[in-house]
């Protein structure tokens, strides 16, 4: 767990001299920030001491005093190092927000491991196994026959005659009369009738069987240990 200390210091040389003095102390100059007044600086410095745990109206307190002009040090400690680090920013002229000399502010950050367990459930789905595909198509066969076919032609003849007409010819000789005679032709004609020779059936059986699924539930444990430079030291 760490802590971040915070000292609001006058101007830009008073907050370095504080700075050095932590680096002096041994801490990493990179856990240190430093931030200096200007305009539009003030919601920068918010939004940063909220992420570090101050309350906003604590942290918009310090944001408006850094734009009015002060440097603000933050110094982000081990919880074992927070007090040391809050008592040198003070030796070094940290500002109360009333504009005075007092305490360094100090927020404590907290890190949290999460502990996560898996919950294993088994179902099923359906995969694909192959199965068969049945594709109708037409072939066709020529087919050939022999069939005979009548043709009829209708013929005029005129023939000279020279004899007498009969009774019955002798009664009709004037006559008008009309003869007429039709000659027909066969042509050939096919005929189809589709009819059912075969079937192909596709058919499916289910059947159901029971299996036995392993699987591997994790989890996360967390052991905690002091890490306290001092064996058998309370807290």
């Known amino acids: 767990m760490s802590k971040t200390i915070i000292g609001l ?28 007044g200007g305009a539009g600086s003030a919601d920068k410095i918010t939004r940063k001491l909220v992420d570090h745990g101050f309350e906003k109206a604590e942290a918009k307190r310090y944001g408006a005093a850094v734009e009015q002009g002060h440097t603000l040090v933050a110094a982000h400690m081990a919880d074992e190092s927070a007090d040391a680090a809050a008592a040198i920013l003070d030796e070094n002229g940290a500002l109360d927000l009333d504009g005075g000399t007092g305490k360094a502010g100090e927020f404590t950050e907290e890190e949290t491991i999460p502990v996560v367990e898996e919950q294993v459930e088994v179902g099923k789905r359906r995969v694909g196994q192959g199965g068969a595909r049945v594709t109708s198509t037409v072939i066709e066969t020529p087919v050939r026959e022999s069939v005979q076919l009548r043709e009829e032609q209708v013929d005029v003849e005129r023939n000279k005659v020279n004899r007498s007409l009969s ?37 499916k059986t289910a059947t159901e069987r029971e299996q036995t699924v392993e699987a591997t539930a994790r989890r996360t444990d967390v052991k905690v240990e002091r890490t306290d430079s001092a064996a058998g030291k309370k807290r």
């Open 9 to 36: 210091y006058e101007n830009a040389d008073a907050a370095q001299k504080a700075v050095q003095a932590l680096v002096t102390a041994g801490s990493q100059r990179k856990d240190i920030e430093v931030f200096g």
């Open 167 to 203: 009774g019955r010819e002798a009664d009709a000789a004037f006559e008008e009369k009309t003869l007429e005679m039709t000659a027909t032709s066969e042509k050939p004609e096919v005929t189809k009738e589709a009819r059912v020779v075969g079937e192909v059936t596709l058919s």
